[in-house]
């Protein structure tokens, strides 16, 4: 895409709005956002929004601004109860993953996306947001069956961290009504609350000079402007209108320390927060400029602190700094550490010596010009990838406009900004808004947040502040700048050949085979104007290595990916990179290993030199080792106080009994038998080899300029004779019924898993009929287990069918609910599923399952990732490419009797698993 001239701009200009944005308001206030685009066709992003949370609700409505957002959809004026998912999901909508909602502090959000293959659908999604906005019958039987379901959404959040937060929030909202007003509410007022006080929040703010729709998709925008005039023209706004009140939030004049824990906590974090600051206003161009400033400071700042994780010992696992949006209208400077081995002080110390030492000197010229580069290279991806943007992106940006007045000029406008403004930033200027924007420890919250358990050790609130009174004494250093080189090859290596060459007309791809054997195949795509990705996958995997040797090979990408490549290491060559966009990843699982990459369409030589680099010339550092080592030990120690870590593990030990190749969750002891020597032996004596690689780019490059490259770092790869086949380590699911209950956690929550497994034979007829059947009952457990029963919350069934080492089904159900409610909603599952045994799906069921797999099928038609995963399918599993062209065509022979048939085969109630959590205390 071409950049358009550039008028002389003036810093005092008002900001101006995406000039492809068709803005509005209605007489009655309801503001309006329209934009035409065409990613994905024949859809459109339809969203109401709501300026009112749960800050607004009254001491009686404490949650009932979530409950409401609800209530949307269980009735009103022109949906019965139930009709309108059903309606939905019959044009291929679905609940959840489509169709949602949510409330926070000060808004409330629906989003509705919307095919428009009929006109009849896109007039009916009009018609739903209007219900919602005024429509909503809130008729009492619903709202008393409403409750249980909102109760398990609670329950469902609860646990470690949900309990930290509840002391932790009212420090940071300061006394204020915010500390007051968590979105999920309290328990005893969603139990026992009158009706009307309900309907009274209805009426007081879901009212049209509080609201926005948002329409943006295939739509002709006079066309929906005409359908928001006739849908929403009437909303009334009641008289008298309650004022909506701004919520202030005290500015904290004093420091305060506090540490929290609970021995269910899977991280030990230090947290520094200041005091809170008014959002920055965005009313003219240099409001803008400021932006790319404040942008440029937080990305140096996170680079310094993420640098520190590179070393031989780092002070944190992870830290990050800056400005952050709090609630609506207020920012706060947040320093955040999840700490290392080293400790409370050593975090402490390198968090405030960044921070002070940003504030006192600076940024260096070196980092600028890195920052700039990064940055420039966002932009102009953003600005190639503008004609392709997802219609949901934009949705969200206008949202946010509405709620918190974000800048919407358009990417033209600024890509513009950012190419008139970047390059007149002096790093002068720079560093004096570091200065300001850097806040000094005179007033400051300081939270330790972390693990009580037993062995543990936590620091006092006493103690606490002598380590950051020590921290702050320390004199601030300026960063010492390092060279590297610009360059990620110095010498190229030489070229091979492309051997051989044909073309498929039928899918658009051309396949070669090079010199060394390595196979190729490419698709040049338009879906994307700047994205190309690369894949390749082989057999053999951590089957060719012992038991002995399961977690060499198990982490020995991790091992290699910490170490860094060539001469590089992983900081060193984030430096060289800036200003490009290109990675490639490799992976190793059971059975194969693999590669992945991905660039812009004038950074495929970047990638294709990582891979070279990657797969010749892993480095070895054993200080950076021991840091990996010892970070990943605190992480698995820390997760295994997590409730859910404790049953996952059951989980696979029920199953797959003591197989020691079943994957189970990290323990610190695993990582004491891994070998830098040998994980690195390992690595190379699979990526080490070319053999039988088949590569697949999918994306925005052209063919000639792409076949040079291919022969320079393709065919240049060393191939010597490596095995390439599986081997089966027979990890087998147990057979008859098994069943286990899991006592961890302190809440009283449960969580149900029934695992069914057993062999298969695998058709492409087959898997489709096996996922319809699984779609089938995840809208029977939403329909039946929650809405109707109220069992449930969220929840749902997956099923895999395997082809490696042996065909084999497996079929999860996981649904979390109160241990009361555990054995009625496995009777509730198993009558579900034993319905369909018996009389096989309605067709109205497995018609909505068809519509909404016809569209996403649509939408895969113009993915460069979905056509990447099904070419390497294809190649990795011997199958014809072409199928893909006849995906429609076997989803529509999909007939309820072979669902019957489906469910009678798969599942066996003599052969399977139920594994239930249950609290601690169980009672």
């Keep these: 895409m071409s950049l358009p001239a550039l008028a002389e701009i003036s810093l005092n200009d008002p900001l101006p709005i995406n000039p492809d944005l068709k803005k509005g308001k209605l007489e009655n206030g309801l503001t309006y956002y329209i934009q035409k685009n065409n990613n994905p066709q024949k859809k459109v992003e339809l969203r109401l929004v709501v300026k009112a949370g749960s800050v607004l609700e009254d001491d009686d409505q404490q949650g009932l601004a979530h409950f409401t957002e609800h209530m949307a959809f269980n009735g009103s004026k022109h949906f019965k109860k139930h009709q309108l998912i059903s309606y939905l999901q019959s044009i291929g909508v679905k609940f ?38 005024q429509g909503v019958e809130m008729k009492a039987v619903d709202i008393d069956k409403e409750r249980g379901i909102i109760l398990e959404e609670a329950r469902l959040g609860k646990g470690a961290s949900d309990r930290m937060m509840r002391q932790l929030l009212p420090e940071v909202f300061n006394g204020s009504k915010y500390a007051e007003r968590l979105p999920i509410g309290k328990e005893d007022t969603i139990k026992q609350f009158k009706h009307d006080a309900l309907r009274r929040f209805y009426k007081d703010w879901y009212r049209p000079d509080l609201m926005a729709v948002v329409v943006i998709g295939d739509v002709q925008p006079d066309d929906a402007e005409k359908m928001i005039y006739k849908y929403f023209s009437g909303l009334k706004n009641p008289v008298p209108a309650r004022a909506r009140p701004e919520i202030n939030i005290p500015k904290n004049t004093a420091s305060k320390t506090m540490v929290i824990t609970d021995k269910e906590a899977t991280n030990n974090m230090l947290m520094l927060r200041y005091p809170l600051e008014k959002q920055p ?133 600024e890509y513009l900004y950012f190419k008139e403004f970047a390059e ?40 606490l502040q ?9 004199t601030p250093e300026a960063r010492a700048e390092k060279t590297v080189s610009a360059k990620l090859m110095t010498t190229l290596p030489t ?90 990843r490799t992976s190793m699982d059971n059975y194969s290993e693999s590669i992945g990459g991905a660039s812009s369409a004038s950074d495929i030589e970047t990638m294709l030199q990582l891979l070279y680099l990657r797969l010749t010339s892993p480095r070895k550092d054993e200080a950076l080792f021991q840091s990996l080592i010892s970070s ?12 859910e870590t404790v049953f996952t593990d059951a989980i696979t030990t029920t199953i797959y009994k003591d197989n020691p190749r079943a994957f189970h969750p990290a323990r610190v002891e695993d990582f004491d038998k891994i070998s830098l020597e040998r994980s690195i032996d390992i690595y190379q004596s699979r990526y080490g080899s070319a053999k039988d690689l088949h590569f697949i780019f999918v994306g925005s490059f052209e063919i000639d300029k792409i076949k040079p490259l291919l022969a320079i770092y393709l065919a240049s790869l060393p191939v010597t004779d490596i095995k390439t086949e599986y081997q089966d380590l027979h990890i087998n699911p147990v057979q008859g019924i098994v069943k286990k209950e899991v006592l961890a956690g302190n809440e009283e929550k449960s969580t149900v898993v029934l695992s069914f497994t057993g062999p298969s034979t695998y058709t492409r007829e ?76 309605q067709q109205e ?79």
Excluded at 100 to 120: C, G, H, Q, R, W
Excluded at 466 to 474: L, R
Excluded at 511 to 523: F, H, I, Q
Excluded at 850 to 867: G, I, P, T
């Design 96 to 133: 959840g993953a489509d169709l949602n909602a949510y409330t926070s502090f000060d808004e409330t959000v629906y989003i509705l996306p919307i095919p428009t293959d009929k006109p009849a659908y896109l007039k009916t999604g009009f018609q739903v947001l209007a219900d919602w906005a």
């Design 495 to 584: 070229p091979g050949q492309i051997v051989n060459e044909k073309e498929n007309k039928l899918l658009g791809l051309v396949e070669m085979t090079l010199s060394n054997g390595v196979k190729v195949t490419l698709k040049k795509t338009d879906f994307k104007n700047d994205q190309v990705l690369m894949s390749a996958r082989r057999a053999g995997g951590m089957s060719l290595f012992s038991d002995a040797d399961y977690y060499n090979a198990f982490y020995s990408n991790p091992v290699v990916w910490a170490m860094g490549m060539g001469n590089f290491s992983q900081k060193d060559m984030q430096e060289t990179l800036a200003g490009k966009s290109a990675n490639v």
């Design 281 to 413: 206003t965005h009313e003219v161009i240099g409001d803008y400029r400021q932006d790319i400033i404040r942008n440029f400071y937080k990305s140096m700042l996170n680079r310094r602190l993420g640098a520190l994780t590179e070393q031989a010992r780092p002070p944190f696992l992870g830290a990050s700094a800056g400005s952050e949006p709090v609630v609506a209208g207020y920012d706060s400077f947040v320093a955040t550490a999840i700490l290392s081995p080293s400790g409370t002080q050593a975090a402490l110390d390198a968090l405030m010596q960044e921070k002070n030492s940003v504030r006192q000197f600076g940024f260096t010229a070196a980092e600028f010009d890195r920052a700039k580069k990064i940055e420039a290279r966002e932009y102009e991806s953003m600005f190639n990838e503008f004609s392709k943007s997802n219609s949901a992106s934009f949705a969200a940006e206008y949202i946010r406009n509405f709620l918190t007045n974000e800048p919407i000029p358009g990417i033209k406008n």
């Design 766 to 841: 087959e898997n489709m009929r096996f996922h319809a059947m699984v779609d089938i009952l995840n809208l029977k457990i939403i329909d039946v287990l929650r809405e109707k029963q109220g069992l449930i919350y969220s929840g749902g069934m997956s099923g895999s069918f395997e082809r490696i080492p042996q065909s084999r089904y497996g079929i999860d159900a996981e649904l979390p609910c109160s241990p009361e409610n555990v054995d009625k909603v496995i009777t509730a599952l198993f009558g579900e599923i034993k319905k369909i045994q018996q009389s096989g799906p």
């Design 845 to 923: 069921d497995l018609n909505k399952v068809k519509q909404s797999w016809l569209k996403a099928h649509q939408e895969e038609l113009r993915s460069n990732e979905s056509w990447l995963n099904h070419l390497q399918g294809a190649v990795y599993y011997k199958t014809e490419a072409e199928a893909i062209l006849s995906v429609d065509k076997r989803i529509r022979a999909i007939t309820p009797a072979q669902i019957k048939e489906a469910a009678q085969r798969y599942f066996n109630f003599q052969n399977y698993a139920q594994i239930v959590l249950y609290p601690e205390q169980k009672k």
């Design 424 to 463: 007149g930033i002096s790093l002068e200027e720079m560093n004096q808004f570091a200065k300001k924007a850097t806040p000094d420890d005179s007033v400051k919250l300081m939270f330790y947040v972390g693990s009580n358990k037993a062995g543990e050790s936590t620091p006092g609130v006493a103690e």
């Design 632 to 643: 990943q030990k605190e992480l698995a120690r820390n997760s295994w106080a997590h409730p």
């Design 466 to 474: 002598d380590m950051a009174a020590k921290a702050e004494q320390k």
